[in-house]
């Protein structure tokens, strides 16, 4: 596609329910990254993929939080048992994988926990 | 682990002045270091970009410097317009590609 695509673009869920984000990178970017941008905050790292691999997910905040890629493309990011601090922009990024190639964002989700 | 320090998280200048934002890392091997810009519930979105093999590079109004020895990058924009207001991000990326944020520089140009 022309750019990075995420959905939902906004998302309103009670505390305690499960979410699913997702990502459609730029056609043929290899590499693709998650942040977490809380309000008038930082871009927090969350996870990288390498193709359907996920060399670093240092950034996930707990075991609430998991990822995945599948077929080189899409990439999930699932909160499970959202709590109200949860509540943030998630970015989306993308690149190809050689070291000094441009990283392109996505206009991300909106989540909100109440 | 990997560091990203960015002074000043805040920046006032009258239009037309120049504003200069400076970033510090940690990690030597860092070969890539972009600036981004955000507007106010817009993406981040890359103003420009320098690579570990220069020290300086410019793009109209924005300049870049690196000094590897000291492991520290500047952005420079000058004759500043009201439009140039946001935050920025400076950032460096290293080892498996992961890309580290400074923590932002809120700037306002005053007209």
């Known amino acids: 596609g022309a750019g990075v695509s995420q959905s939902p673009s906004n998302k309103v869920t009670e505390k305690g329910k499960d979410v699913e984000l997702r990502c459609d990178p730029i056609?043929?970017?290899?590499?693709l990254y998650w942040y977490r941008q809380s309000l008038g905050q930082g871009l927090e790292f969350l996870i990288y993929?390498?193709?359907?691999?996920?060399?670093?997910k240092s950034g996930l905040p707990s075991d609430r939080f998991s990822a995945e890629r599948t077929g080189g493309s899409v990439s999930t990011l699932t909160i499970q048992r959202t709590q109200q601090e949860d509540s943030a922009v998630y970015l989306c990024?993308?690149?190809?994988?050689?070291?000094?190639?441009?990283?392109?964002f996505g206009e991300g989700s909106w989540l909100t926990v109440v | 682990g990997e560091n990203v320090e960015q002074h000043p998280s805040t920046l006032s200048v009258q239009e037309g002045d120049s504003a200069v934002i400076k970033c510090t890392y940690s990690?030597?091997?860092?070969?890539?270091f972009p600036w981004y810009k955000q507007e106010l519930g817009k993406r981040p979105q890359l103003i420009i970009d320098?690579?570990?093999?220069?020290g300086e590079k410019k793009d109209q109004r924005i300049a870049v410097t690196l000094n590897k020895t000291a492991k520290h990058f500047s952005l420079h924009i000058t004759e500043t317009q009201p439009e140039d207001s946001a935050v920025y991000f400076c950032?460096?990326?290293?080892?498996?590609?992961?890309?580290?944020f400074g923590q932002g520089t809120r700037l306002t140009i005053n007209p």
């Open positions: 990024a993308s690149s190809f994988d050689n070291p000094g190639n441009t990283i392109y």
């Open positions: 056609s043929g970017h290899t590499a």
């Open positions: 993929f390498q193709g359907n691999s996920a060399p670093d």
């Open positions: 990690d030597s091997a860092s070969n890539y």
């Open positions: 320098i690579r570990s093999n220069v």
């Open positions: 950032a460096a990326k290293w080892g498996a590609q992961k890309l580290v």
